[in-house]
């Protein structure tokens, strides 16, 4: 895809040296360049790969920095602090999606927000059950947690958290075989993996591999 930009790019510069040699007319040119202009209009616009998996890994990095020192003093709150301490990453996230929906922020943002409010969800959900000791097996949270995070991969358009997410469908799976509910997963994150497929979108290559992932899991 980067190629094909370079090549129209290339070919549009050239278009104004060819009108002026007299090998080709007026209206030619112009005919020219507008097409060429929308065909270049009309491909993905690239995005800074290495910008984004910084980003992605400091969303990550602070937020596992910020549960180990709550886990570290975390017996030293009351029930009610536990409770308002583990609200605020999702708090976080939810400020962070707002600002990225609102002033149309970069991809990078995007992916941040997602995870971001998807790890306060994750972490509420475990200190809400540890708490009030509800139990239940990994497999539930995981699917639960899956569930969560699903529309904000569609509402972020987020790579990140969708490799995450078919990630998650890998822990759902039971000591007693496949659970119905992975299918489910993996059956609601497909049109997603699909969507860039066929529309040849800048993470088509990284798809490809997560349908491998989801095939397996």
Same mark, same amino acid.
């Given at each position: 895809?980067?190629?094909?930009?370079?090549?129209?790019?290339?070919?549009?510069?050239?278009?104004?040296?060819?009108?002026?040699?007299?090998?080709?007319?007026?209206?030619?040119?112009?005919?020219?360049?507008?097409?060429?202009?929308? +065909?270049?209009?009309?491909?993905?616009?690239?995005?800074?790969?290495?910008?984004?998996?910084? =980003?992605?890994?400091?969303?990550?990095?602070?937020?596992?920095?910020?549960? #180990?020192?709550?886990?570290?003093?975390?017996?030293?709150?009351?029930?009610?602090?536990?409770?308002?301490?583990?609200?605020?990453?999702?708090?976080?996230?939810?400020?962070?999606?707002? #600002?990225?929906?609102?002033?149309?922020?970069?991809?990078?943002?995007?992916? =941040?927000?997602?995870?971001?409010?998807?790890?306060?969800?994750?972490?509420?959900?475990?200190?809400?059950?540890?708490?009030?000791?509800?139990?239940?097996?990994?497999?539930?949270?995981?699917? #639960?947690?899956?569930?969560?995070?699903?529309? %904000?991969?569609?509402?972020?358009?987020?790579?990140?958290?969708?490799?995450?997410? @078919?990630?998650?469908?890998?822990?759902? #799976?039971?000591?007693? =075989?496949?659970?119905?509910?992975?299918?489910? %997963?993996?059956?609601?994150?497909?049109?997603?993996?699909?969507?860039?497929?066929?529309? +040849?979108?800048?993470? @088509?290559?990284? @798809?490809?591999?997560?349908?491998?992932?989801?095939?397996?899991?």
């Amino acid at each position: 895809m980067a190629k094909k930009r370079e090549y129209i790019s290339w070919f549009l510069d050239e278009i104004p040296i060819l009108k002026d040699k007299g090998i080709i007319q007026d209206d030619t040119a112009s005919a020219l360049t507008e097409h060429y202009r929308s +065909n270049l209009a009309a491909l993905p616009t690239p995005r800074n790969i290495f910008s984004l998996v910084i =980003g992605i890994l400091g969303v990550v990095i602070t937020v596992a920095g910020a549960i #180990l020192f709550l886990n570290y003093n975390w017996d030293m709150f009351p029930k009610s602090v536990r409770i308002a301490l583990a609200s605020i990453p999702l708090l976080l996230g939810a400020i962070t999606a707002y #600002l990225t929906i609102s002033k149309d922020k970069t991809q990078v943002w995007r992916e =941040g927000s997602a995870i971001m409010t998807s790890a306060g969800a994750m972490t509420l959900i475990a200190v809400l059950s540890q708490i009030y000791h509800t139990g239940g097996e990994l497999a539930e949270f995981m699917f #639960l947690v899956s569930l969560l995070s699903l529309p %904000l991969i569609y509402i972020f358009n987020s790579i990140g958290l969708a490799t995450l997410y @078919c990630f998650f469908t890998f822990f759902v #799976l039971g000591r007693h =075989g496949v659970p119905w509910w992975n299918s489910l %997963l993996i059956a609601l994150i497909l049109p997603y993996i699909f969507y860039h497929l066929r529309k +040849n979108s800048s993470w @088509c290559v990284w @798809c490809r591999y997560l349908v491998i992932a989801v095939a397996i899991s």
